[in-house]
T-cell receptor, first 115, second 109 residues
């Protein structure tokens, strides 16, 4: 069964460093998402991406964040200069189509620890 | 903000049906109700969705009231592996999911 994969599973970085989180969505999916979950808190929407551009972003997704689909398979989230409060689980998700079919399939997540 | 409300926690005996309620009295007529679950910080997992009619798949059943103000997710024979946080979500037109606190279901032996 196709699944969303994410790498790395755990990333430790120092404050101020750049990190890139990688995701491989399900191959025929067209919509891509990033969410994050700070330990003990709710899952929060960050950004959605369709047709090679951002379709929606939250207030969390400021200028320090960017997303890219550099080739036909990968979907990346870059944080330019990490802060302590960026420590969280980051989940990538994808879905197939438009209309009212909003089933999203999530990856296992990347745990980002900023020290 | 989430358009749904759920009880914060529920217990269920292993092998029994788990019935998880959700109130969504403010959703519009064309907004689907989706259920996801998250097992211990893993990625959320899609379970089922519906609009007006009751739905069933290999994981669960979804019962939606006729007035669409509430729904119930039914896990017919809960197992210990069904222990998770269950989220009832009505996505907006853009498709993004707004997670509330969900219901923490504990399945006990």
């Amino acid at each position: 069964e196709p699944e969303v994969t994410q790498t790395p599973s755990h990333q430790v970085t120092q404050m101020g460093q750049e990190v890139i989180l990688r995701c491989v969505p399900i191959s025929n999916h067209l919509y891509f998402y990033w969410y994050r979950q700070i330990l003990g808190q709710k899952v929060e929407f960050l950004v959605s991406f369709y047709n090679n551009e951002i379709s929606e972003k939250s207030e969390i997704f400021d200028d320090q964040f960017s997303v890219e689909r550099p080739d036909g398979s990968n979907f990346t989230l870059k944080i330019r200069s990490t802060k302590l409060e960026d420590s969280a689980m980051y989940f990538c998700a994808s879905r197939w189509t438009s209309g009212f079919s909003y089933e999203q399939y999530f990856g296992p997540g990347t745990r980002l620890t900023v020290t | 903000d989430a358009k749904t409300t759920q009880p914060p926690s529920m217990d269920c005996a292993e092998g029994r049906a788990a019935n998880l309620p959700c109130n969504h009295s403010t959703i519009s007529g064309n907004e689907y109700v989706y259920w996801y679950r998250q097992i211990h910080s893993q990625g959320p997992q899609y379970i089922i969705h519906g609009l007006k009619n009751n739905e069933t798949n290999e994981m669960a059943s979804l019962i939606i009231t006729e007035d669409r103000k509430s729904s119930t997710l039914i896990l017919p024979h809960a197992t210990l592996r069904d222990t998770a946080v269950y989220y009832c979500i009505a996505p907006d037109q853009g498709g993004k999911l707004i997670f509330g606190q969900g219901t923490e279901l504990s399945v006990k032996p």
